[in-house]
């Protein structure tokens, strides 16, 4: 019995700290008794979805703008009524509840419309990516098999050689409409026009949707996930990040990938204004940023150190003082470049670690960054993190183990069969880290990347965030080739911060003078730059060729 009363204070305990957290982002302000029951109405008709923020938006601040592009800018009740005509017109040609739609759109008004869109129908969304080549693309298609094609048109040659179904939409066209060819694929913006703007009747089952992995080790594969049925995953990210309802986000990191999903379904129950830019550009961002007056920013670590590189006098042109947020997520964040990200922009630094299975598993405040540059942080309310050795043991403080999550919002599996591996109810992310004293986490590696020299064990990551480090290093990225002697070698490539006279010697020597030897690569080849894919992680398969 004194089990059961501590287990239920302690969920007590947890959902008032849920409470106070959603209180204090504004989300449960005050709003007029007659809008506060229709608001609550959609959320009973929909559930926790994209349909629900919409309908509800629709009702508490039908002019709030909800969407600026570079088409203009779509307030709260045209986004519903838009979302309402596309789901009729969408369900007019054959998709139904449970029904497969691929999506391979950029980040504008288009990917919005057709994700609540389906939301209203109770379809699934698979996201695709839109780096894919054709072949990768084709087998996507070909495994998911899904009943209809939403893709921007300058996708068309890569979509069309692939098995795509015969039900195609254009979500973004350039093409005049004098200019377009008859029979060819229509626009949404056609069926929008021409569609019944009353809510649609809601589904039975909440659609789900499908996000890819990035591919970077083999096939790209889908992470089936569920809608949340709570406020609790929500609560969670915003106890370390501080979001406030009905402000302004700006997302640059692709839509389709995790952190950019991730930002979109934050800030549909925040009431947030979304700025969208379909190709990500350094200077355009800040711009964007500095018009819109936006209080966050979404990107991948890459986008910044893209903005960083801009000249001194370029940045300062902009004025970036609304932003209380910097979000990043999707691949490694070096300290060199968090510590030069919060030096220029201030102390507004936040990066997630987690994985597309995982969802999330810690995130870094900025006292986090400043304190342990490189950090990943601590876990989020909600979550529990843990390092496990080779038996499912827990390692000690300081030791490396494999890292394992449990929350809210981890994966229900890949669409073609088979997960992740889990133990005692806890997911692994598939890489290995280790713990300081004060409990951050600090990500060594990809668990498969180990290098083996000589019967020494290297992370890859080690290296490759002390070369950051260097002064004249803009980035590198470290691996391990087969070599006769050692049985592997490492192979640093590294790009340089113009102007340079940086050689080879000259970077074993500074690892040699940083790290153990068997850490110094054997061989440095300096690139123009390295490979990457649309959320920013370095193509290591594509380097082992070179």
């Not at 302690?10 to 849920?18: E, F, G, N, S």
């Not at 204004?273 to 007056?293: G, I, K, N, S, Y």
Request: charged residues 25%.
């Amino acid at each position: 019995m004194p089990v059961l009363r501590r287990a239920s204070a302690q969920q007590a305990r947890y959902k008032l700290q849920v409470a106070r957290t959603l209180l204090d982002t504004g989300l449960l302000a005050p709003t007029r008794p007659d809008r506060a029951v229709r608001a609550l109405g959609a959320l009973r008709t929909w559930g926790m979805t994209p349909a629900a923020a919409y309908a509800g938006g629709a009702v508490r601040h039908p002019q709030r703008i909800a969407i600026v592009d570079e088409r203009g800018s779509l307030t709260f009740e045209e986004v519903h009524r838009r979302t309402n005509a596309l789901a009729r017109e969408l369900a007019r040609s054959g998709v139904g509840e449970g029904d497969g739609v691929a999506i391979m759109c950029r980040n504008h008004r288009g990917f919005v419309e057709s994700t609540v869109a389906l939301s209203k129908l109770g379809a699934n969304a698979l996201y695709l990516n839109t780096a894919f080549a054709g072949p990768q693309i084709a087998d996507v298609l070909a495994r998911e098999q899904p009943a209809a094609l939403i893709y921007d048109e300058e996708f068309a040659a890569l979509v069309l050689d692939g098995a795509a179904p015969a039900t195609r939409f254009i979500a973004w066209s350039d093409t005049p409409a004098s200019a377009r060819s008859e029979g060819g694929d229509e626009l949404l913006e056609d069926l929008i026009a021409r569609g019944e703007n009353s809510d649609p009747p809601p589904p039975a089952e909440h659609g789900r949707v499908v996000i890819l992995t990035s591919g970077t080790t083999g096939t790209p594969k889908g992470a089936n996930r569920k809608q949340p049925d709570s406020v609790e995953p929500l609560a969670a990210l915003l106890s370390k990040i501080p979001l406030r309802a009905r402000q302004t986000t700006m997302i640059a990191a692709p839509m389709f990938h995790s952190w950019g999903f991730a930002h979109f379904t934050l800030g549909l129950p925040l009431g947030s204004t979304f700025v969208l830019r379909r190709r990500f550009d350094p200077e355009a961002t800040l711009d964007a940023v500095a018009q819109h007056r936006a209080t966050a920013l979404a990107v991948v670590p890459v986008m910044l150190q893209r903005i960083l590189e801009l000249p001194a006098d370029t940045i300062e042109r902009h004025d970036v003082s609304s932003l209380r947020v910097i979000a990043l997520s999707g691949s490694a964040l070096p300290g060199e470049l968090a510590l030069r990200a919060m030096d220029t922009f201030g102390d507004v630094l936040y990066n997630l670690y987690g994985s597309t299975e995982v969802a999330w598993a810690t995130i870094a405040t900025p006292e986090d960054l400043r304190a342990a540059p490189g950090t990943a942080g601590r876990p989020p309310m909600g979550t529990v993190v843990k390092l496990l050795d080779g038996e499912g043991r827990e390692v000690s403080e300081g030791e490396s183990g494999r890292i394992f999550v449990a929350n809210e919002m981890m994966f229900e599996g890949y669409t073609g069969g088979g997960g992740k591996e889990i133990v005692r109810g806890l997911m692994s992310t598939g890489d290995v880290g280790h713990l300081d004293s004060d409990g951050r986490l600090f990500v060594d590696g990809r668990d498969d990347e180990m290098i083996v020299s000589g019967g020494e064990n290297v992370f890859p990551r080690e290296v490759e965030d002390l070369l950051h480090d260097h002064t004249e290093i803009e980035e590198a990225a470290v691996i391990g080739v087969e070599d006769a002697d050692f049985g592997q070698r490492l192979r640093a490539f590294v790009v340089t911060r113009s102007p340079s006279g940086l050689s080879e010697q000259d970077v074993q020597r500074y690892v040699r003078e940083n790290l153990a030897r068997f850490k110094v690569p054997r061989e440095v080849i300096f690139v123009q730059e390295l490979p990457r894919n649309a959320t920013g992680k370095v193509l290591k398969r594509e380097l082992a060729s070179h």
